[in-house]
């Protein structure tokens, strides 16, 4: 029996694990490799708040990314996966970014948010047509990945706001601060 | 363009097809064990667009094309890989191959990216005095952590040889505060910026 997808993908990955946690649906995304970094989970987060839908991601271990603005298809946002970033791209409506830290980065996240940052500089060119986004419940294992990739939004120390700057926006980076409080 | 037939000829002498001299005064071999002195000193990009400066300022000095540094740099991963999957590097090792990193560093023309090099070359470093001590574990941890800065720095400088413009992470502007944690956006969009400033709470 297919689970039921939270987005459409314009990539197949090899399963997706599914987890359940304090109320909210992740998927972790899974691929034997990004480029070189084997057992790769990425995580994916869909947030229903008012005034629309709201997807959260990670990059590394540390970096948390909320896109404010996705464009979506048959009420599902859409996500390409591209190698390198090391988080998955949520196709938007509105590419503009902000960055919020607590703290200063090191050198691996400061390099890690800059290749991010230029790549959503790179994806305004793109129009992304539709009809390549699928569905992929075949996929979906009804198990969480193993306990060293679960996604733990409190361990963040910077977020990346892409899309537009707004009160829910403000509103998630609150409950982060919150959260690594 | 003053005296640009030097430079043709002499990038015309190469034997090495992604380095360009400027100059005619030392042979190419002497420029690769001599100390480069580095063209981001003068303010100069590296890029092969960049070539069309007088010669007579830059006598002697390399010029690697991107390709040629990404390929450098392709060698450095390796060798670093090497060190951390094959074989733990021996002091020598790794001191030898962070004063190659230092060289090349200096030919990466956005600073970003060269503090990733440097970084790199510091960890190297760090395990070269590690491995002189004894320490069995710390070297390991060293250059673990040097493999994945490096490996960082090579998906950046691909998209440079790519001809893609690099984001400047130092360039963000703070524009707001939330609960202590800092906003930042780029510069050029101060729109963006005023409405951060006006919605941003706490502080």
Same mark, same amino acid.
Request: proline residues 5%.
């Given at each position: 029996?297919?689970?039921?997808?939270?987005?459409?993908?314009? /990539?197949?990955?090899?399963?997706?694990?599914?987890?359940?946690?304090?109320?909210?649906?992740?998927?972790?995304?899974?691929?034997?490799?990004?480029?070189?970094?084997?057992?790769?989970?990425?995580?994916?987060?869909?947030?229903?708040?008012?005034?629309?839908?709201?997807?959260?991601?990670?990059?590394?271990?540390?970096?948390?990314?909320?896109?404010?603005?996705?464009?979506?298809?048959?009420?599902?946002?859409?996500?390409?996966?591209?190698?390198?970033?090391?988080?998955?791209?949520?196709?938007? +409506?509105?590419?503009?970014?902000?960055?919020?830290?607590?703290?200063?980065?090191?050198?691996?996240?400061?390099?890690?948010?800059?290749?991010?940052?230029?790549?959503? +500089?790179?994806?305004?060119?793109?129009?992304?047509?539709?009809?390549?986004?699928?569905?992929?419940?075949?996929?979906?294992?009804?198990?969480?990945?193993?306990? +060293?990739?679960?996604?733990?939004?409190?361990?963040?120390?910077?977020?990346?706001?892409?899309?537009?700057? /707004?009160?829910?926006? +403000?509103?998630?980076?609150?409950?982060?601060?919150?959260?690594?409080? | 363009?003053?005296?640009?037939?030097?430079?043709?000829?002499?990038?015309? #002498?190469?034997?090495?097809?992604?380095?360009?001299?400027?100059? @005619?005064?030392?042979?190419?071999?002497?420029? #690769?064990?001599?100390?480069?002195?580095?063209?981001?000193?003068?303010?100069?990009? =590296?890029?092969?667009?960049?070539?069309? &400066?007088?010669?007579?300022? #830059?006598? @002697?000095?390399?010029?690697?094309?991107?390709?040629?540094?990404?390929?450098?740099?392709?060698?450095?991963?390796?060798?670093?890989?090497?060190?951390? %999957?094959?074989?733990?590097?021996?002091?020598?090792?790794?001191?030898?191959?962070?004063?190659?990193?230092?060289?090349?560093?200096?030919?990466?023309?956005?600073?970003?990216? %060269?503090?990733?090099?440097?970084?790199?070359?510091?960890?190297? %470093?760090?395990?070269?005095?590690?491995?002189?001590?004894?320490?069995?574990?710390?070297?390991?941890?060293?250059?673990?952590?040097?493999?994945? &800065?490096?490996? =960082?720095?090579?998906? =950046?400088?691909?998209?440079?040889?790519?001809?893609?413009?690099?984001?400047?992470?130092?360039?963000?502007?703070?524009? @707001?505060?939330?609960? @202590?944690?800092?906003? #930042?956006?780029? %510069?050029?969009?101060?729109?963006?910026?005023?409405?951060?400033?006006?919605?941003?709470?706490?502080?």
């Amino acid at each position: 029996m297919p689970r039921e997808e939270i987005v459409l993908v314009s /990539d197949k990955p090899v399963r997706v694990h599914e987890e359940v946690k304090d109320g909210r649906i992740i998927h972790y995304f899974y691929w034997h490799f990004d480029l070189y970094k084997p057992y790769d989970y990425e995580p994916v987060n869909v947030r229903e708040v008012e005034g629309g839908l709201q997807v959260l991601t990670r990059v590394h271990w540390t970096g948390l990314v909320l896109w404010n603005s996705p464009r979506v298809l048959e009420g599902k946002p859409l996500v390409t996966f591209v190698g390198g970033v090391h988080t998955p791209i949520i196709i938007s +409506e509105n590419w503009d970014y902000y960055v919020v830290s607590r703290e200063e980065l090191d050198i691996a996240e400061k390099l890690a948010l800059k290749f991010l940052l230029t790549f959503i +500089e790179l994806m305004k060119l793109y129009p992304w047509p539709e009809e390549i986004f699928k569905d992929y419940g075949d996929l979906i294992v009804e198990e969480p990945p193993p306990p +060293e990739y679960e996604f733990d939004p409190s361990h963040g120390k910077y977020v990346v706001i892409v899309g537009v700057w /707004d009160e829910r926006a +403000e509103n998630f980076v609150e409950e982060v601060t919150e959260e690594v409080e | 363009m003053g005296n640009s037939s030097t430079y043709t000829s002499v990038a015309s #002498y190469s034997p090495i097809r992604d380095i360009i001299v400027v100059g @005619g005064e030392a042979s190419l071999e002497g420029l #690769y064990a001599s100390t480069i002195i580095p063209p981001v000193h003068t303010g100069r990009s =590296l890029g092969a667009d960049k070539l069309s &400066v007088e010669p007579e300022e #830059y006598v @002697g000095f390399i010029f690697l094309t991107r390709r040629a540094l990404l390929e450098r740099w392709e060698g450095v991963v390796s060798r670093l890989a090497e060190f951390s %999957r094959v074989r733990a590097p021996t002091s020598l090792s790794a001191l030898k191959l962070s004063n190659y990193i230092a060289s090349l560093a200096q030919h990466i023309d956005d600073e970003e990216v %060269r503090e990733g090099a440097l970084a790199v070359r510091n960890l190297l %470093r760090e395990a070269a005095v590690s491995v002189q001590a004894g320490r069995a574990e710390s070297p390991r941890q060293l250059i673990n952590r040097a493999l994945h &800065v490096s490996l =960082l720095v090579l998906e =950046l400088l691909k998209l440079q040889e790519r001809g893609v413009r690099l984001v400047k992470v130092g360039d963000l502007e703070e524009v @707001g505060e939330i609960k @202590g944690w800092k906003i #930042y956006a780029p %510069r050029r969009d101060r729109t963006r910026q005023r409405q951060a400033r006006k919605g941003a709470r706490g502080g």
